[in-house]
């Protein structure tokens, strides 16, 4: 898909990088991944929603809180996506070494749909909340 119409830090990045190898003789390449929200495990990933989520929870069950949605309405009931770290990693590695992915942009998504009213009960009971 193309970029969205709005200012994006992770466009300001993809500018920095196309501008480096521009400079660059033409063995360089690039690829750009877009993954959705992060559903899995990876450790050093500042976008797995799901540890953070793990976190905020251990932290209202240890403080006797309750486990409160922290998003908008619309983000409850609506449909979002989201990328397991597993398929962001076979995109990647697929991109390394695939001729036809040198020089593009991905997306990357499971193709599956959640909303958050029916995933907030699971994090819930895996909590004992």
């Known amino acids: ?10 466009y300001d990045q993809e500018e920095v990088l196309f501008d480096a190898v521009s400079q660059r003789d033409s063995a360089v390449s690039w690829s750009v991944h877009r993954p959705s929200l992060i559903f899995s495990f ?10 953070s989520l793990c976190v905020y929870a251990a932290i209202c069950r240890k403080e006797g809180a309750p486990l409160r949605w922290p998003g908008s309405l619309d ?55």
């Not at 998504?109 to 895996?126: D, E, F, K, T």
């Open 1 to 10: 898909m193309a970029r969205l119409d709005w200012p994006n830090f992770y």
């Open 75 to 129: 983000a409850w009931e609506g449909f979002s996506n989201a990328s397991d770290a597993d398929l962001i990693t076979e995109q990647r590695v697929w991109a390394a070494v695939d001729p036809m992915a040198k020089n593009q942009a991905f997306n990357c998504s499971n193709g599956h749909v959640h909303n958050w009213r029916q995933l907030w009960p699971i994090l819930a009971g895996r909590f004992g909340m």
């Open 42 to 51: 990876s450790p050093r990933s500042a976008m797995n929603v799901v540890c």
